[in-house]
Structures are given as structure tokens and as C-alpha cells.
């Protein structure tokens, strides 16, 4: 019997031509990413947050030094029907990286931090994670005393930087899909009569930077999704486009 081709999901990519400081957050019609370094510096309620601090890393520096690198972040937005089918917009050549410390010099890690040398800290080209040569997009979080560790602290800092990135998304739902550098279609399978393969995904679900969110409105995003933990740690079923498309955040 024929395999059946059931949610089809089409990825379009739009690779970032520059990425610079400006005075907004924005991607424009040319595939040009601005950056406005103190636009968030206002959302730090020096309650569990001190500081808010955006800055670029181009490839050329690399060598630069990075607090604790909480997560990386691919700028990524539906166009059309939910996460796993439908149409996506992603940005090729740059990333997001949140990062964090605290006012005391302690990074924001429990059994092992990721400071450092960028270029050291960083597993170049593998599913999820920058290529050499992208443009990096640092969103620095300084906690406030003691709030590095802090769940609900930690939390704050994830959903900030979501809504960071909300603003490109916004930006990158616009640009005409024909424009797009690249793009593939991807289909979950059912295959009669063949076995059925199921891979086993591992998550953290300890706490604060060890979390899970699944199911955000977004491509791996924060709004609307919730946490592992709060599901109680249960096995979730997920489909390969699902996964594929960013139903998964890791928070760690």
C-alpha cells in the first residue's frame, strides 16, 4: 500500500543580509535585521531583574566573552495554520542567544554554566544551534541578587526575550513569501502495514534552567505554551513536523 502524505508543512527561509544597530527592533523588506540595544532596558523591575542590555556579536568577534548562555533562539514565526502544518518564516544568519548572570557575578546555571569565550561555548552547525558566519544576537539579563536560580526569575527573563523576538516576527510575517532564499516541504508519513517508529526525547524538567515549554503559539516560543513541569513531567506525544517546527523550547 502507498505511504499517505497527511500535515504538510512548507518552510520558508529569509537569510539575514545585515544585521546592525538601529533605533528599532525590526527586520526590514531587504532582509536587513536592526537591533536597538536599549530597547528593553526599561523591563528590568529590579525585583528579580537589574538589567536588560541587547548588543550584536558579528563573526569577527567571536572571541568575545558571553555570560551564561541560557538559550538560543531562532527567530521563526507562523504565516499560516498552527505549529507542524501550514507555512512558516524563519531567518537564516543570525540567532538569538539569552544570557544570564547575576549582580553578583553568579552565573545562571545549576550543574555546569556556559561562560565564556563565545566561539568556545558554542556547538557551531549542529539542529538548533548558529553556524559559523551567523550574526549573534545577545539578549544580556543581569538578575537581581540571588534571582539567577530563581524559577519565576528565570521565567521572566525567557518571556522578555520572547517578546523580543515577537517584534522580528512580526517584521518577518510580512516579507512576501516568493522573496525567500530558501524553501522545503515536509510531510508527516503513514506508511501501512509498515512498523511504526517512535523516537524517545529525553527533556529537563528539574526546574528554573532545567524546563521544558511545549505547544506556544509561536515557533519556539514562550506565549501561550506551557511548561513540562507543570504537566507534571508526563510523556508527551508530539509529531515529526511538530518537532520539526518548533514545538519544543528548551529552556536550559
Same mark, same amino acid.
Given at each position: 500500500?502507498?505511504?499517505?502524505?497527511?500535515? +504538510?508543512?512548507?518552510? $520558508?527561509?529569509?537569510?539575514?543580509?545585515?544585521?546592525?544597530?538601529?533605533?528599532?527592533?525590526?527586520?526590514?523588506?531587504?532582509?536587513?535585521?536592526?537591533?536597538?540595544?536599549?530597547?528593553?532596558?526599561?523591563?528590568?523591575?529590579?525585583?528579580?531583574?537589574? +538589567?536588560?542590555?541587547?548588543?550584536?556579536?558579528?563573526?569577527?568577534?567571536?572571541?568575545?566573552?558571553?555570560?551564561?548562555?541560557?538559550?538560543?533562539?531562532?527567530?521563526?514565526?507562523?504565516?499560516?495554520?498552527?505549529?507542524?502544518?501550514?507555512?512558516?518564516?524563519?531567518?537564516?544568519?543570525?540567532?538569538?542567544?539569552?544570557?544570564?548572570?547575576?549582580?553578583?557575578?553568579?552565573?545562571?546555571?545549576?550543574?555546569?554554566?556556559?561562560?565564556?569565550?563565545?566561539?568556545?561555548?558554542?556547538?557551531?552547525?549542529?539542529?538548533?544551534?548558529?553556524?559559523?558566519?551567523?550574526?549573534?544576537?545577545?539578549?544580556?539579563?543581569?538578575?537581581?541578587?540571588?534571582?539567577?536560580?530563581?524559577?519565576?526569575?528565570?521565567?521572566?527573563?525567557?518571556?522578555?526575550?520572547?517578546?523580543?523576538?515577537?517584534?522580528? +516576527?512580526?517584521?518577518?510575517?510580512?516579507?512576501?513569501?516568493?522573496?525567500?532564499?530558501?524553501? +522545503?516541504?515536509?510531510?508527516?508519513?503513514?506508511?501501512?502495514?509498515?512498523?511504526?517508529?517512535?523516537?524517545? $526525547?529525553?527533556?529537563?524538567?528539574?526546574?528554573?534552567?532545567?524546563?521544558?515549554?511545549?505547544?506556544?503559539?509561536?515557533?519556539?516560543?514562550?506565549?501561550?505554551?506551557?511548561?513540562?513541569?507543570?504537566?507534571?513531567?508526563?510523556?508527551?506525544?508530539?509529531?515529526?513536523?511538530?518537532?520539526?517546527?518548533?514545538?519544543?523550547?528548551?529552556?536550559?
Amino acid at each position: 500500500m502507498e505511504e499517505i502524505r497527511k500535515r +504538510r508543512l512548507v518552510i $520558508k527561509a529569509f537569510h539575514a543580509e545585515t544585521v546592525r544597530e538601529g533605533t528599532v527592533n525590526r527586520i526590514t523588506r531587504t532582509r536587513e535585521i536592526e537591533v536597538a540595544p536599549e530597547s528593553f532596558a526599561g523591563q528590568a523591575d529590579h525585583e528579580m531583574i537589574e +538589567r536588560i542590555h541587547i548588543r550584536i556579536v558579528h563573526p569577527d568577534q567571536y572571541r568575545e566573552r558571553t555570560n551564561s548562555i541560557m538559550d538560543v533562539i531562532p527567530i521563526s514565526t507562523k504565516v499560516l495554520g498552527e505549529i507542524g502544518e501550514g507555512v512558516t518564516h524563519t531567518v537564516t544568519g543570525a540567532y538569538v542567544l539569552l544570557t544570564g548572570v547575576d549582580v553578583d557575578g553568579i552565573q545562571t546555571a545549576e550543574f555546569g554554566s556556559s561562560e565564556g569565550v563565545i566561539e568556545e561555548q558554542i556547538a557551531w552547525g549542529k539542529a538548533g544551534t548558529p553556524e559559523r558566519g551567523d550574526d549573534l544576537i545577545l539578549f544580556e539579563v543581569t538578575f537581581c541578587a540571588g534571582k539567577g536560580q530563581d524559577r519565576e526569575a528565570v521565567t521572566r527573563a525567557h518571556i522578555l526575550c520572547d517578546e523580543f523576538i515577537r517584534q522580528y +516576527r512580526e517584521c518577518l510575517k510580512k516579507l512576501r513569501g516568493e522573496s525567500c532564499t530558501n524553501r +522545503r516541504e515536509f510531510y508527516d508519513v503513514e506508511r501501512p502495514g509498515k512498523k511504526k517508529v517512535v523516537i524517545i $526525547k529525553q527533556v529537563a524538567g528539574q526546574g528554573a534552567m532545567y524546563d521544558m515549554q511545549l505547544f506556544a503559539k509561536e515557533p519556539s516560543g514562550m506565549s501561550g505554551g506551557r511548561s513540562i513541569i507543570d504537566m507534571g513531567n508526563m510523556p508527551i506525544v508530539v509529531t515529526p513536523n511538530e518537532y520539526r517546527d518548533g514545538i519544543l523550547r528548551s529552556m536550559q
